[in-house]
């Protein structure tokens, strides 16, 4: 694990949001280097003290993609446990409904390269530890779709 991540977010419960956007059976996806190893994501980030859910994955879809989006629904939670880190996190159907796609910026210590729409194929196709783990719990788009409740990964 690259050092400054570590040193930024672990050993401390990190509460994310993120978003999932689909164009049919594709997702957008952002490419994020961290250390040597890209990693492979929807767009979301970490809620600051005092902000909405709901204001945070606006923040964060602007800031990472150049979209405007509308939330359609809460879909489902997970935990990410592995020492130092420790994640909650909270995955929403969201639409694009302005905006420009293009790689944005992120404050944190992460360097977005790509964000583009992936189909569920090419995401599966990523080696592991460059997508996030959903992408471990469902083996196509429609599963992915339709799962909710609370998971570990």
């Not at 970490?46 to 945070?56: L, M, S």
């Not at 020492?83 to 409904?97: C, G, Q």
């Amino acid at each position: 694990m690259h050092l400054e991540i570590a040193e930024q977010y672990g050993k401390r419960v990190r509460i994310r949001v993120c978003g999932l956007c689909w164009q049919q059976d594709s997702l957008l996806m952002v490419k994020h280097k961290m250390g040597h190893i890209p990693f492979w994501a929807p767009p979301g980030g970490g809620i600051e003290f005092g902000e909405t859910v709901e204001d945070t994955l606006k923040r964060e879809f602007l800031e990472e993609t150049g979209l405007s989006i509308e939330i359609v629904k809460f879909q489902f939670g997970c935990e990410f446990i592995m020492p130092p880190l420790h994640a909650i996190e909270l995955f929403y159907e969201v639409k694009a409904v302005s905006g420009t796609l293009a790689a944005g910026n992120d404050p944190e210590l992460q360097i977005i390269e790509k964000v583009q729409f992936l189909s569920f194929n090419e995401i599966l196709q990523l080696p592991s530890e460059s997508a996030h783990g959903i992408f471990r719990l469902s083996k196509n788009a429609v599963s992915l779709r339709q799962m909710t409740g609370f998971y570990r990964i």
